[in-house]
Nanobody, 110 residues
Framework: QVQLVESGGGLVQPGGSLRLSCVAS???????MGWYRQAPGKQRELVAASSSSGSTNYADSVKGRFTISRDNAKNLVYLQMNSLKPEDTAVYYC?????WGQGTQVTVSS
C-alpha cells in the first residue's frame, strides 16, 4: 500500500492558476498516475492521467488548460491548472493503482 498526499489547493479567482502536488510514499516509476476530482453532488471523474510510459490524457473539459507531469525520482506528480473556471471547483485526488490520497480542495470563485 502506498500513501499519497496532495497539496496546493486553495481559493483562486476565475482565470487564475494553481499547481497541485502529490507525493507518494513509494515509487511511482512503474505506475500510471492520475488526478481525479469530485464536485459536490457529482461523481468522481478523471481529470488527467500520466502513464508509466510517458503518455498523458485529459478530460475534454480541461484540455488546453491543465497539464499533468511527474518526477519519478522524487515520487511526485503535479497538476498545473491554468485559466481556472468556477466549474473546476472540486476536491482533487491523486491515484496510484488502487490507492487514493485524501484530496485537496480547489475553489474557483470571485
Amino acid at each position: 500500500q502506498v500513501q499519497l498526499v496532495e497539496s496546493g489547493g486553495g481559493l483562486v479567482q476565475p482565470g487564475g492558476s494553481l499547481r497541485l502536488s502529490c507525493v507518494a510514499s513509494r515509487s511511482i516509476f512503474m505506475y500510471d498516475m492520475g488526478w481525479y476530482r469530485q464536485a459536490p453532488g457529482k461523481q468522481r471523474e478523471l481529470v488527467a492521467a500520466s502513464s508509466s510510459s510517458g503518455s498523458t490524457n485529459y478530460a475534454d473539459s480541461v484540455k488546453g488548460r491543465f497539464t499533468i507531469s511527474r518526477d519519478n525520482a522524487k515520487n511526485l506528480v503535479y497538476l498545473q491548472m491554468n485559466s481556472l473556471k468556477p466549474e473546476d471547483t472540486a476536491v482533487y485526488y491523486c491515484k496510484r493503482a488502487g490507492d487514493w490520497g485524501q484530496g485537496t480542495q480547489v475553489t474557483v470563485s470571485s
